[in-house]
């Protein structure tokens, strides 16, 4: 056992007080030889005066009042002094995560945005105005409720899935003409943040720039058509010296009219969240591309085709025809005569089927992928238009995938080549017929 305790003060002067009291006992009972009997009635006493003083310090633990540590109680004075400095911390602890809490409370309360704070089983623990005014929730009504009972249909679908991606423009299930974005931040281990946001003017937005550009390509369209008409019936014949300049003119109409439509199949696939879901015969589509890769490369190139997989797509066959010609015109156009381009159509091992297009052709640098499939984006602009390109076809075949749930991946070193590849999930494969008749 250690004695380090005696160092203290509180327990030498309790332990000096216990000895005196002793001691004058024995000394009091000494001349009648009744030692014994005063050192009893000295114990006795003490013990009452413990016990008096045990009480006084249960019930200044459980006074709610704040008073000052026991004065003149020994070893009592020291443990309350500790008990009550140990006490005025943790108050001004509390205090200050109370103020602190309060601040982040007023500051997401003040936030424009939407915020809930939801439990792992969407229960809604929190929200401020902006989430009560955009959801239609209001407190303490809602406090509890389950939160997809206040989404519009199409959040309630996503926030039951794959959350890793934002939801973007859903029409609100309160008021048609309000659009609002989703985002799910799960944090700690039992909550979880749904941020709502009110892109109502953003879409609109974008709506009139999808508008205009429809309706500018639209407009161009027709009188296009005319001029392509005139210039090929143009002869020149009577002025050989006018030839140079219609070869131009006529190419460049064609671009003009070519860049016309690819704005227009853009602008019809912004209108489209999601493509039908048709079947795709794949062997015919394969075949065709081939051959049109062959029409364009005109001998120049070797062309090899690897079909791979038996599985048809489910989407638009238009849609997908021209995303995949998109590629293997690419291919074609910037892969230098003498190189190898290779199509193929090819199951992956986790469910999912993948179309590619690998050239060895001139390559794109590193820094031009991240932007590559921009609307108008090119590596050489010059190139681009030397073979008929418009800088939108990456653009057309990114939204055709997208539209099939499907994502573009590209890999690509200059000087060696590229390729191109779209990989479609197993929701959108469909066994060949011919196997389903022999089910
Ligand atoms: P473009 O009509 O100019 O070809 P795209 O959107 O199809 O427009 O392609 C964008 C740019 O990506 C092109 O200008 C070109 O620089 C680059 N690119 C596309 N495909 C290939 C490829 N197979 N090899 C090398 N560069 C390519």
């Not at 809490?101 to 969407?122: C, S």
């Not at 109409?253 to 039908?276: C, F, G, K, N, Y």
């Not at 079909?307 to 015109?329: C, I, K, P």
Request: glycine share 6%; net charge positive.
């Amino acid at each position: 056992m250690r004695f380090d305790f005696l160092q203290s003060h509180a327990w030498q002067v309790s332990l000096g007080r216990f000895v005196i009291l002793l001691v004058t006992a024995f000394l009091i009972g000494l001349p009648w030889h009744a030692q014994l009997y005063t050192l009893l009635a000295a114990t006795f006493g003490y013990s009452i005066w413990s016990l008096v003083t045990l009480y006084q310090v249960q019930s200044w633990l459980r006074s709610r009042k704040r008073r000052g540590p026991l004065e003149d109680r020994g070893v009592w004075s020291d443990i309350s002094t500790y008990v009550h400095s140990r006490l005025s911390g943790e108050r001004s602890r509390k205090r200050r995560l109370v103020g602190l809490l309060r601040a982040f409370r007023e500051g997401a309360a003040a936030l424009p945005d939407g915020v809930l704070v939801l439990t792992r089983g969407r229960s809604v623990l929190w929200f401020n105005e902006a989430a009560g005014q955009l959801l239609g929730l209001s407190m303490p009504r809602d406090r509890r409720a389950h939160v997809d009972a206040h989404l519009p249909a199409e959040a309630r679908e996503w926030i039951a899935g794959d959350t890793t991606e934002p939801l973007r423009e859903v029409v609100s299930a309160l008021n048609d003409s309000t659009r609002l974005s989703f985002r799910l931040i799960p944090y700690a281990r039992e909550y979880m943040l749904l941020v709502v946001r009110d892109v109502t003017p953003l879409a609109r937005l974008e709506q009139v720039r999808r508008d205009f550009v429809a309706n500018v390509s639209h407009e161009l369209r027709t009188p296009l058509t005319v001029l392509h008409g005139y210039l090929e019936m143009l002869d020149a014949e009577s002025a050989p010296q006018l030839e140079p300049i219609l070869d131009d003119l006529r190419s460049q109409s064609r671009r003009m009219t070519q860049i016309v439509e690819d704005l227009l199949t853009l602008s019809r696939l912004d209108a489209r969240q999601q493509s039908p879901y048709d079947r795709v015969p794949m062997r015919a589509l394969l075949t065709t591309l081939k051959r049109e890769a062959d029409a364009l490369s005109q001998g120049r190139h070797h062309i090899v085709l690897h079909r791979e997989s038996e599985m048809d797509l489910s989407g638009s066959a238009d849609y997908l025809h021209s995303a995949f010609s998109n590629l293997v015109s690419n291919a074609v156009r910037y892969t230098p005569a003498g190189g190898k381009i290779e199509i193929s159509w090819r199951n992956s091992d986790n469910g999912e089927a993948r179309f590619a297009v690998h050239d060895t052709g001139v390559g794109i640098p590193a820094e031009h992928l991240p932007r590559i499939s921009e609307r108008f984006y090119r590596v050489s602009t010059s190139r681009s238009r030397e073979t008929g390109g418009t800088g939108l076809g990456l653009s057309i075949v990114k939204h055709v995938l997208q539209i099939h749930g499907a994502r573009l991946e590209i890999e690509s070193e200059v000087g060696v080549g590229s390729t191109f590849s779209g990989v479609f999930g197993a929701d959108r494969l469909l066994a060949p017929q011919s196997m389903m008749e022999a089910c």
